[in-house]
């Protein structure tokens, strides 16, 4: 059974950062493209960043480009997202998942990880 168990979120100002934390169980992060997602309050749930299982190409979106960087820790199973430059937009909860191209590709979801951009 695959299990997703976000962490790092915190109340940050702006220009600060974060890392967040993504803990995989039930697959092997090296064999799937893994991504993260956000959802801010009243919006739909939108794609931030992926990275491809082959050989770890990044992608990310137009909002977050040259700001986050994704990577992950095959030994410790596990996908990071580094925030930097972080602005009150970025406000959201953030959650991990397998993905393909820039869509979640598994239905579960995990508890996500709330990351607040304020003064």
């Known amino acids: 059974q695959v299990q997703l168990v976000e962490s790092g979120g915190d109340l940050v100002q702006p220009g600060g950062s974060l890392r967040l934390s993504c803990a995989v169980s039930g697959l092997t992060v090296n064999s799937y493209s893994m991504g993260w997602f956000r959802q801010a309050p009243g919006k739909e749930r939108e794609f931030v960043a992926g990275i491809s299982w082959i050989i770890g190409n990044r992608y990310y979106a137009d909002s977050v480009k040259g700001r986050f960087t994704i990577s992950r820790d095959n030994a410790e199973n596990s996908v990071y997202l580094q925030m930097n430059s972080l602005r009150p937009e970025d406000t959201a909860i953030y959650y991990c998942?397998?993905?393909?191209?820039?869509?979640?590709?598994?239905?579960?979801w995990g508890q996500g990880t709330q990351v607040t951009v304020s003064s």
């Open positions: 998942n397998i993905v393909q191209g820039a869509s979640p590709a598994f239905t579960s």
